[in-house]
């Protein structure tokens, strides 16, 4: 059975419950872990308030030292733990490895920046004192919360962990209740590497448990969701009497745009990896397709060619070329969730060009498979079109001029990423401007990259995870003001 981590010790629930973790693709326990309470969550925070001090005070060089040695044994059980990823959130295999190795990546990015970190010297107008000058200095903030999801757990974990330590803070992670084994594993090797006890811990159990008591926790200053738009609402309601520095990255339905003179092989290889990466279980999946009329008949007949390639199965075996591996989906909610839109959407007179329904081979029966569907004549009311698609369902809409589809584009609640494939700089210029979103992509897949900043606006959340820039939420600026030093 696996334990939490918490205080640099391996630990069960004070009320020792725990529950079981099972693998979506057969229905498999995978393991146990304890079902973590309020005082569980209690004592990370105790533990991370003993440990600030001294490790806000260790050089940033020597907090990046113990990084970098526990993200290359991370790397050494590379096989291990993308196994692991696979058998709880049920990803195939090559994406796990893709996913640890984004996480590697995004560590490296902070342990780089960990002395690389500056503050400002201000002249200060001479009127009231000819020496005076400011200082901006750059303080942890305090005790961090990274609540995080379970469609990528390790990555999204790391976009956290990453800059909390570098900038001298110690993190308490709270993943999603359904994929805690693989953070708790690498949670230990990082811990194993190193770290003083507190500095990092790991309480797990139900988000409405243990996320509220560390949200609402007077010593926790600051928390990071990844999450749905509802938990984010629920987050900023909790967090926002106490004053506390949040960041919320929420939900999307990305649009993309494909413009007649795009490259189309490229295009629909975007559209491809974009929607059915992960079983299109990604925040930032392309959620609307529109494509102008010009190309609509011609980009349909090669996508769903494409996508008649993946062949859905247990993520631990590989597909025999030319198929693809798709996973099944996450859990039997996600899977009743995506088939209610879709029903939803053909009831309005929506057509499914292919598949879209769960494979109805005994082989499959234990795991929430579901075949991936290319879908046309969406009505805009529909739940494809008002609600986040979180499965492999693509709706595709015709448009005549960007004009159109920009407005649709925008027409939606969310505002995370979005993309448009074209070699006109006069179209992607109009869209970099007009696009409601929090990124744009031109002529390149739907793609969180750790070098730039990340973040949604509208429904799509608060603040940026990614970059220096999500750096500095880990920071407080205190402004000095020197009077002259006599
Ligand atoms: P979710 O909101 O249900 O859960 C996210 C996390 O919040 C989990 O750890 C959960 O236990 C916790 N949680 C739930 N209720 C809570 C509460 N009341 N207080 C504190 N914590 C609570 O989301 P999910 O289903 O795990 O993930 C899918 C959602 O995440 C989608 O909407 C997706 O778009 C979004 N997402 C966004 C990004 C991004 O960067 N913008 C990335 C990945 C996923």
Known sequence: MAKMFINGAWVDAKKGVTYEIKNPANGDVIDSVPAGDVADANSA???????FKNWAALAPDARAEILHKGVMKVKEQMNDLAASLTKEQGKPLMEAQGELNHFLHGMEFYIGLASKVRGV??????????????????????????????????????TKIGPALIAGNPIIIKPASTTPLTTLKIIGILNEAGLPPGVLSCVTGAGSKIGNALISHPTVRRVALTGSSETGKRVMEIAGPHFKRITLELGGSDPMIVCPDADMDKAVNGAMIGRYWNAGQACLAVKRLYLFE?????????????????????GMAKAEKPKIRMG??????????????????????????????????????????????VVTDVPENSKL?????????????????????????????????????????????????????????????HYGYDEMPFGGVKASGIGHEHGPEALEYYFEPKSVVFGGLE
């Open 385 to 445: 079109v008002t609600e986040e698609v979180f499965g492999p369902v693509l709706p595709i809409f015709k448009v005549k001029a960007l004009n159109e589809a920009i407005a649709k584009a925008n027409g939606s609640q969310w505002g995370l990423g979005a993309s448009i494939w074209t070699n006109n700089m006069k179209y992607a210029n109009q869209a970099a401007r007009e696009i409601q979103s929090g990124m744009l992509w031109v002529n390149q897949i």
């Open 45 to 51: 925070v105790e533990a991370g308030q003993a440990a």
């Open 294 to 314: 010009q190309i609509y008949d011609d980009f349909l007949n090669k996508l769903v060619e494409k996508v008649k390639r993946y062949e859905v199965g247990d």
């Open 121 to 158: 010297h201000v002249p200060l107008p001479p009127s009231m004192n000819p020496n005076c000058y400011g200082v901006i200095m750059k303080q942890p903030v305090g005790i961090c919360v990274g609540i995080v999801p379970w469609n990528f757990p390790i990555t999204l974990m790391g």
């Open 328 to 373: 099944p989906l996450h859990t039997a909610f996600q899977r009743e969730e995506i088939e209610t839109q879709l029903k939803d959407a053909t009831s309005k007179g929506a057509k499914v060009l292919v598949g879209g329904k769960r494979p109805d081979t005994d082989a499959h029966k234990k795991g929430f498979f579901f075949e991936p569907a």
